[in-house]
């Protein structure tokens, strides 16, 4: 009889089930039954998923008590957590256990020995983007809203560094918290250095009161954010924050994605879940045994896979002293404009 080995989801977005907005076990499924239908791989897989609500609605604390059930159950290999600050927190108990993990984040600094990162987003790639296209476009005098958290401030850090190589100035740099429902204050202090661009970086949670607040102010001038633009998705959010320019993680001309599209979930969702199973199969079907250290290797020899995420020939894959998936232009640039996404 093959053996029976445990793949553990931790979801760091919500407290239990029935608040969860996204559920990547049927991906997960989908994608191992495959490699065991080809033969590559004989052993059962059990998915396990564990709750955590985590930064910054509630605590790491919590998060780190869903690692431990996991651990506790004899996984093989996590799945989580998602959002940058949880992650980053998460990578030094990944390395203490011996227990891989593959975040789906922003947060290329959660990386180690055996935490791998599917990027979602990129707390310094999305940075650079974004400054060369406010570069392009000519808005060289910028002012940034962000978040005081890991996540708001790596941003502004490269898009400092990014900007002294383009020629872009950040004329004001305002921090407000990242559950903040009101940003006149900030907004209003930020756009009296007179910018050209106007930027907002965070988790996005308080995006919808920067974006209420310019414009309340009149202002219509150039507005970018990070991938916290993909929260737009959900339609009470696009209203809010139309006209924004962001990063997404899909094309519309990627055929990995075309192929592999859910017609009853936003577009994303569709290449992340595609993506990060994918990498869960692939790895459980190349390691060499059905072990942590097993599975540690096997997702080290995952190479040159077609990626539903970015552009049209967008490779997944890992390697030795490579923990970031994504290879190419797995950052697009679209707008919201009227409650749809556009590619730029």
């Not at 029935?18 to 239908?37: H, Q, Y």
């Not at 900007?163 to 940003?183: D, K, M, S, Y």
């Not at 930027?199 to 954010?225: D, E, T």
Request: aromatic share 6%; charged share 20%.
């Amino acid at each position: 009889m093959p053996p029976t080995i445990r793949v553990g989801i931790l979801n760091d977005s919500a407290a239990d089930a029935a608040s969860a907005s996204s559920d990547l076990t049927r991906w997960l499924r989908r994608e191992i039954d495959a490699v065991r239908t080809s033969g590559r791989l004989d052993a059962e897989v059990e998915i396990i998923q564990t709750y955590g609500l985590g930064l910054p609605w509630g605590s790491f604390e919590e998060v780190e008590c869903a690692f431990d059930e996991l651990d506790s159950q004899g996984v093989v290999l996590i799945v989580g957590p998602a959002i940058g600050d949880n992650a980053l927190l998460a990578t030094p108990l990944a390395d203490r256990a011996k227990l891989p993990m593959i975040n789906w984040s922003g947060a290329e600094r959660a990386r180690g020995d055996y935490m791998f990162h599917l990027q979602v987003g990129s707390h310094e790639d999305e940075s650079l983007l974004i400054t060369r296209h406010l570069a392009a476009i000519g808005a060289r005098r910028v002012a940034v809203v962000y978040d005081l958290s890991p996540i708001g401030e790596r941003h502004l850090e490269y898009l400092e560094v990014e900007g002294r190589i383009v020629g872009l100035e950040i004329a004001a740099a305002e921090g407000i918290q990242p559950l903040a429902a009101n940003a006149e204050d900030a907004v209003r202090r930020a756009l009296a250095s007179g910018p050209e661009g106007f930027v907002y970086f965070g988790l996005g949670l308080s995006a919808p009161a920067v974006a209420q607040a310019l414009a309340a102010s009149g202002w219509s001038g150039p507005r970018i954010m990070n991938t916290a633009g993909m929260r737009g998705h959900d339609p009470m959010f696009a209203a809010k924050i139309d006209g924004w320019i962001y990063p997404d993680l899909y094309s519309d001309h990627n055929r990995t994605l075309a192929a592999n599209l859910d017609p009853a979930a936003p577009a994303f969702r569709s290449a992340v879940g595609h993506d990060v199973g994918r990498l869960v199969a692939e790895g459980l079907a190349r390691a060499p045994e059905p072990t942590r250290d097993g599975v540690r290797l096997g997702l080290e020899q995952v190479k040159w896979l077609p990626a539903a995420e970015g552009m049209e020939g967008t490779l997944l894959g890992f390697g030795i002293c490579d923990r970031g998936a994504l290879h190419g232009r797995y950052l697009v640039l679209r707008q919201w404009r009227q409650g749809r996404s556009v590619e730029v």
